[in-house]
Nanobody, 119 residues
Framework: QVQLVESGGGLVEAGDSLRLSCVASGGTLSSYMMGWFRQAPGKEREFVAAIRWSGGNTYYGDSVKGRFTISRDNAKATVYLQMNALKPEDTAVYYC????????????WGQGTQVTVSS
């Protein structure tokens, strides 16, 4: 059973940067795909970014390409989401998720962290 704990959310102004962290525990992560998703009030959950724990291949949603960067620190079992040039439309609850392998659905989810971007 993998546990995920996010942190790093907050209130920032448009154009600012923020880094989210997701600490994973309780499992062997080498085969996992780690992802970040977000959900704004009244909207569907949206894919933001993902990274293969082994190999580090990264994937991004169209709305964040060029602004957000996902990375991982193996020693700390932590996945990061560096968010630059934030926009008000980036306001959402951000969730970290883990899939046992790249072909699986995301089985484990964190509790979420709120990101609010003011204009």
């Amino acid at each position: 059973q993998v546990q995920l704990v996010e942190s790093g959310g907050g209130l920032v102004e448009a154009g600012d940067s923020l880094r989210l962290s997701c600490v994973a525990s309780g499992g062997t992560l080498s085969s996992y795909m780690m992802g970040w998703f977000r959900q704004a009030p009244g909207k569907e959950r949206e894919f933001v970014a993902a990274i293969r724990w082994s190999g580090g291949n990264t994937y991004y949603g169209d709305s964040v390409k060029g602004r957000f960067t996902i990375s991982r620190d193996n020693a700390k079992a932590t996945v990061y989401l560096q968010m630059n040039a934030l926009k008000p439309e980036d306001t959402a609850v951000y969730y970290c998720a883990a899939a046992p392998n790249p072909m699986s659905s995301y089985s484990y989810w964190g509790q979420g962290t709120q990101v609010t971007v003011s204009s």
